[in-house]
């Protein structure tokens, strides 16, 4: 069935570091791709999406690029704050279904 | 409303008691979907609803729970003879229709089972 897997966490990092999070999906048909986050004490929210193969989602510095050829959609930032601590959640809609499944979440911790 | 609402925001219930949970989406959404993320886990599917079409209940984790919704409106998702296991905070979140619409989330029910 339809799935999500990333990389488990925690990421701990240092200020001003390179960030990848690594988010690879089984899916049947074309979904669509998300990146959610959660910051401590709030609730879930849409961070970035692509909707089809080769789209790059991107907000707040975060990217993440729809990879058709090797099913992932990775997250990658060049220059993580302390304000980036949270947990990221990938996630994807089924194409014919709407249904939106989401990865295990990875928590990332930014040290100054 | 503003958002989605969720209520209770916490619930401690004695194990074997039955539970609801309510939840109301943002006005319009006719997607509204459950979650639950036990505590240092990721998101657990549970139910989606999409208008007037039959519910994907295929999250359902057992009998003991249901979900139903009003129309394009509240939703009410029942545990039934609760369990130390059901202990989570359950998640809701309604989109609009469409192929890619953002899926807005509630802030939770935190759910537990003494």
């Known amino acids: 069935g339809d799935s999500v897997t990333q990389m488990e966490g925690p990421v701990t990092l240092s200020e001003e570091a390179f960030l990848t999070i690594n988010c690879t999906y089984t899916?049947?048909?074309?979904?669509?791709l998300f990146w959610y986050v959660q910051y401590p004490g709030e609730g879930l929210q849409l961070l970035l999406k692509?909707?089809?193969?080769?789209d790059k989602g991107s907000n707040k510095g975060f990217e993440a690029t729809y990879r058709k050829e090797t099913t992932s959609f990775h997250l990658e930032k060049g220059s993580v704050q302390v304000s980036d601590s949270a947990v990221y959640f990938c996630?994807?809609?089924?194409?014919?279904?709407?249904?939106?499944?989401f990865g295990q979440g990875t928590t990332l911790q930014v040290k100054p | 409303g503003a958002g989605v609402s969720q209520s209770p925001s916490n619930k401690v219930t004695e194990k074997g008691k039955d539970v609801e949970l309510r939840c109301d989406p943002i006005?319009?959404?006719?997607?509204l979907y459950w979650y639950r993320q036990r505590l240092g886990q990721g998101l657990e599917f549970l139910i989606y609803?999409?208008?007037?079409?039959?519910?994907?209940k295929s999250g359902l984790p057992s009998d003991r729970f249901s979900a139903e919704r009003t129309g394009e409106s509240v939703s009410t998702l029942t545990i039934q003879r609760t369990q130390q296991e059901d202990s989570a905070v359950y998640l809701c979140?309604?989109?609009?229709?469409?192929?890619?619409?953002?899926?807005?989330f509630g802030q939770g029910t935190r759910l537990t089972v003494v």
């Open positions: 979140a309604s989109s609009l229709a469409g192929a890619n619409p953002e899926a807005f």
């Open positions: 899916a049947t048909g074309y979904p669509s």
């Open positions: 692509a909707t089809k193969a080769d």
């Open positions: 996630a994807l809609r089924v194409s014919n279904t709407g249904k939106l499944i």
């Open positions: 006005s319009g959404h006719t997607a």
């Open positions: 609803f999409q208008g007037n079409s039959a519910p994907d």
